[in-house]
């Protein structure tokens, strides 16, 4: 994704569901999106690498249904882990339960393994959300921790699964 797809980012993040295990369900501003995470998006986003957002649309009707999240773990802190990719995702409440993100996340995950230079992948959630968590278990991922994640944007108790590829 790009600074072009700012109204696919706007339109995603207005539904308070999808947004319940991101930020406690607060919708983002067109102005947050412009300003915060358009930069931010376009500070890891490295395409030769797989960094960035991948854009999911349905095949078969091209519409968007959601994004994968591809950065360096702890990215925005002093000290990045360029070996340990952390994955997420993000999706339309209309896309749930039909094991897309799964899909979409698998494919991912396969193409960041080939393409080798890392030797993990770690996905976060909060801890009741167990959609996303059981796609992490799909993803063969094992549970590492609870702990803080330290963002610029705010710090968070989230659990932490792993995988060592």
Known sequence: MSAKDAELMFQLD?????????????????????????????????????????????????????????????????????????IGWRFSRNSWGYGYATEAATQVVRALIEQGGINKLTALAFEENTASINIMLKLGMQYLKKDIHKDPLGDEEVVFYQLEV
Do not use: A
């Open 14 to 86: 207005q539904d308070i569901e999808v947004m319940r295990y991101i930020n406690g369900g607060k919708m983002t501003t067109r102005k947050e999106i412009n300003e915060v995470y358009i930069p931010r998006m376009e500070s890891y986003t490295n395409s030769q690498k797989g960094w960035g957002l991948w854009k999911v649309m349905l095949q078969e009707s091209d519409i968007f249904i959601g994004s994968i999240l591809v950065r360096p773990m702890g990215f925005f802190n002093e000290s990045p882990d360029y070996q340990n990719l952390e």
